[in-house]
């Protein structure tokens, strides 16, 4: 393991401001689309809060062409030794990655390509000890290998595992809480990949709420599922509510609208 710090410590994320195209973003089920309005004012409170957690925000300029772009965390992967360039699956994401090359190589000295298959940084869950790279609708076996290939280049130990049936992300079900506590589903929690981590259920009907985000010594969650915040804060976590839900309509969670990583 590269850094020794917690894998939740950060003081830099990279953000990228809605297009108004992003009501025309990918969904499964249909909820109706989120208002242009609506959105700007759940990103611009995002920043806020993750600002005040104590990172330096870098905010891109909105891509109409790309309605998704929103969720930077899906076409690359940051870590303090560099980044990933990744291979989105969805069809319509895959430009996202030329977009945020440019970016990436201003601010890391070492950006690598992933060589081939699909993988979205939305199936990947960084802990202390290694990178889990969940198999999905976006994540294709063969992008999950090489992605191990390139995180070794990093001096990463990556590792592959399933994503439960119907679920869009791996971390759509799962955030790191600290070292060694995971908040996450029961249904995937029942897949057993989390052995080794304490685990925390979201309550049923807050499945949504498993995508929450830990920042330095705040823990962010949906401000749409209380009985997550409750079960938290009961746990000693400093809760802040954050809302989503407009960007929620299009299958967003917390972790998705940003790249996170430690410089120092
Ligand atoms: C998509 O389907 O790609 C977007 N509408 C939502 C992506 C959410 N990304 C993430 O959780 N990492």
């Known amino acids: 393991m590269a850094s020794t710090y917690p894998v939740y410590r950060f003081d830099s994320f990279i953000v990228r401001t809605p297009s ?3 009501v025309n973003g990918l969904r499964a089920d249909d909820r109706g689309n989120p208002t242009y309005a609506g959105v700007l004012a759940e990103h611009a409170a995002y920043i ?47 430009g996202e990655t030329a977009e945020i090359a440019p970016v990436l ?8 390509d992933l060589p081939r298959g699909y993988a979205d940084g939305g199936d990947v869950l960084t802990t202390q000890n290694s ?18 290939e390139s995180l070794a280049r990093l001096g990463r130990k990556g590792e592959i595992v399933e994503t439960p049936k119907d679920v ?3 971390k759509t079900d799962c955030s790191l809480l600290d070292e060694e506590t995971v908040l996450t589903t029961e249904r995937l929690e029942r897949s057993g ?26 823990v962010f969650v949906g401000s749409d599922y209380p009985r997550t915040a409750e079960l938290l804060a009961a746990k000693g976590y400093d809760v802040v509510p954050l809302r989503t839900t407009e960007i929620g309509k299009i299958d967003a969670g917390l972790s998705c609208m940003s790249l996170r990583w430690r410089r120092g």
């Open 193 to 218: 990949v989390f052995k080794g981590f304490r685990t925390l259920l979201v309550p049923a009907g807050e499945e949504a709420a498993a995508n929450a985000l830990r920042v330095n010594d705040v």
């Open 20 to 22: 108004s195209s992003v």
């Open 168 to 170: 869009l992300h791996f």
């Open 48 to 94: 806020h809060a993750v600002s005040r957690a104590g990172v330096e925000v870098t905010v891109l300029p909105p891509l109409e062409a790309f309605p998704d772009s929103i969720f930077v965390e899906d076409p690359a992967l940051v870590f303090p030794e560099g980044a990933i360039l990744l291979r989105p699956g969805a069809p319509t994401r895959a």
């Open 131 to 148: 990178v889990m790279i969940g198999l999905s609708a976006r994540t294709n076996r063969e992008g999950a290998e090489a992605l191990i």
């Open 105 to 112: 190589k201003r601010l890391f000295s070492s950006v690598l």
